[in-house]
């Protein structure tokens, strides 16, 4: 059945690929988008989707644009803060808590069925462990500090109020329309050129998830006929990747003859050798587990990417000239 869906952050990597997702399957979709936003990921989605500008900060013009479409379901994906060159603090608690508390509250006003809140799972902190939903959080950085109080926002709302509000703990999630300076395209297109970019410590490891899984898990727990209220699940695969592992499949895939250079990359604060999620919850409860692995997925970007010569040229042009970051 086809459903008015409101997406937020529709302009970033997994909420352009939530747009189209939402788009393919016949949805009514409108796209709440700040006044600043990037276009390049939009493009095909402008002519099939109605577009809102609306600062989230604004709670009523929050209020107004949600009223206005009467959404059934909302993904709220905006967010600031997620990449080392985001430290704006007063920016990030807009974004991430006070943008979360006015849509969330609006959602709730116009009666929408389903809020799927996209969480971070920076939330938890450093964990020696698969990292579970109902452990205590150890936010180790300003992001994962307003990431964490969206999250119990939602919860509180959900359980006052009697909404359907979930967050999604999202993992290390690529694939078509990542940022381009990010660890995947960068080794792509360094790959192509018989390279590979500088490097952190070999033990460094990521959860990785696949962008199409990421977004159907939220699609999923939007139409699922009956979640708790207030429920966090972990999007994740339950299996971690070292940088060693990631760098040696993508020689592998593109036969790339350079040689890691390991320790040329600075490490940052959030680097860990241990960083996966358990996926128990989400598939013990709703059925849904990722699907795909990490080389599927990897093959599957690699395709897309040398398939669009228009992107290729911008992701060349940002990495080629850039120090990547993973």
């Not at 969480?119 to 300003?142: C, F, I, M, Q, V």
């Not at 297109?189 to 990785?208: I, K």
Request: aromatic letters at 8%.
């Amino acid at each position: 059945m086809s459903k008015r869906v409101l997406i937020t952050g529709a302009s970033g990597f997994v909420g352009a690929n939530l747009a189209r997702r939402a788009v393919g399957d016949g949805h009514e979709v409108h796209l709440l988008l700040r006044a600043a936003h990037r276009n390049w990921r939009l493009q095909g989605l402008t002519e099939s989707t109605a577009i809102h500008t609306v600062d989230l900060k604004d709670r009523r013009a929050v209020q107004r644009a949600v009223a206005a479409i009467r959404p059934h379901w909302v993904f709220h994906l905006a967010a600031y803060g997620g990449y080392s060159t985001q430290t704006a603090l007063e920016r990030m608690v807009g974004t991430n808590v006070w943008g979360c508390v006015h849509l969330l509250d609006a959602s709730r006003d116009a009666g929408a069925e389903a809020f799927v809140n996209a969480g971070s799972s920076s939330e938890y902190g450093h964990k020696d462990h698969a990292t579970r939903e109902d452990e205590a959080l150890e936010p180790n950085s300003h992001y994962a500090i307003t990431k964490a109080a969206a999250t119990h926002y939602c919860q509180l709302t959900a359980r006052a109020n009697d909404v359907n509000a979930i967050t999604v703990r999202l993992y290390s999630v690529y694939g078509p329309l990542e940022e381009p300076t990010r660890l995947i395209p960068t080794l792509i297109v360094r790959g192509r050129h018989g390279q590979l970019p500088p490097l952190v410590s070999p033990h460094t490891a990521r959860d990785f998830v696949y962008v199409d899984d990421a977004v159907d898990a939220m699609m999923t727990l939007a139409a699922a006929p009956s979640v708790p209220r207030g429920a966090i699940y972990n999007v994740c695969t339950g299996v971690q990747t070292t940088m060693r592992e990631v760098v040696d499949l993508a020689r592998a895939a593109m036969r790339v003859p350079a040689e890691p250079a390991w320790g040329t990359m600075p490490e940052r604060a959030w680097d860990t050798n241990v960083w996966v999620g358990s996926p128990a919850r989400l598939e013990r409860e709703i059925g849904w587990r990722a699907p795909t692995d990490l080389a599927e997925g990897f093959h599957r970007t690699l395709q897309w990417l040398q398939g669009e010569p228009e992107h290729l040229q911008m992701y060349q042009d940002a990495i080629l000239k850039l120090t990547p970051h993973a």
